[in-house]
């Protein structure tokens, strides 16, 4: 069974800085895909960005960019330029084609950005 | 846009109540999700649907039943609600054959049983 770890249970960062979330996942799989969840305070749970494992491009949405290392499973969100509409928990999430299969998520990471 | 509407978002039941808990989507997708949401633990998968009248039990269904009687609408429910069964509860649905594409998610119903 996929398992998922994000190690980090809360973060904070400085306004404007950057943060990297962490992601680890375990699978036996070559072939998969990987999301970037975010749930602001009482707010709908929406996608950040999503990877494809046979794609050695890492993906990229405007501020937010991933360091995926499939060798190391491994999946880091980085945020640039932090805004204060970032404080959100944030959902690492593994799926395994076909689409049967639900995702995997981690046990999230509660991001609060300071002004 | 997808728009995946939860009936409630809160609801305050007492012990032993039968509970339900309605999600219904707009966009004819055929993959519909339960997941509770609890600090610390993440999102934790109770059933899924890929069909009509079709359910699948995920990785904590102890307790809960669900109900696919139409495309649109998935139904979750708690037989005898007990006060370990307060959380958040999310509902999801995806398209068929669409693993690329992101769940979408309706904006939960936080449920306190007492």
């Known amino acids: 069974a996929q398992t998922v770890t994000q190690s980090q249970p809360e973060m904070s960062v400085q306004e404007a800085e950057t943060v990297t979330l962490s992601c680890t996942y375990d699978?036996?799989?070559?072939?998969?895909?990987l999301f970037w969840y975010k749930q602001p305070p009482s707010r709908q749970m929406i996608l950040v960005i999503r990877q494809e494992a046979y794609k050695q491009q890492n993906a990229t949405e405007n501020r937010f960019s991933v360091n995926f290392q499939k060798a190391a499973k491994s999946f880091s969100l980085k945020i640039s330029d932090s805004q204060l509409g970032d404080t959100a928990m944030y959902f690492c999430a593994f799926m395994k084609p076909p689409n049967l299969i639900p995702l995997v998520f981690g046990k999230g990471t509660r991001l609060s950005v300071i002004a | 846009d997808v728009k995946v509407t939860q009936s409630s978002r809160y609801l305050v039941k007492r012990t032993g109540e039968k509970v339900f808990l309605e999600c219904v989507q707009d966009?004819?997708?055929?993959?519909m999700f339960w997941y509770r949401q609890d600090p610390g633990l993440g999102l934790r998968l109770i059933y899924f649907s890929y069909d009509v009248k079709m359910k699948e039990k995920g990785d904590i269904p102890e307790g809960y039943s669900v109900s696919r009687e139409k495309k649109e609408r998935f139904s979750l429910i708690l037989e005898s609600a007990s006060t370990n069964q307060t959380s958040m509860y999310l509902c999801?649905?995806?398209?068929?054959?669409?693993?690329?594409?992101?769940?979408?998610f309706g904006d939960g119903t936080r449920l306190s049983i007492l």
């Open positions: 999801a649905s995806t398209k068929e054959a669409a693993y690329n594409q992101p769940q979408h």
């Open positions: 699978t036996s799989e070559s072939n998969y895909y």
């Open positions: 966009m004819d997708h055929e993959n």
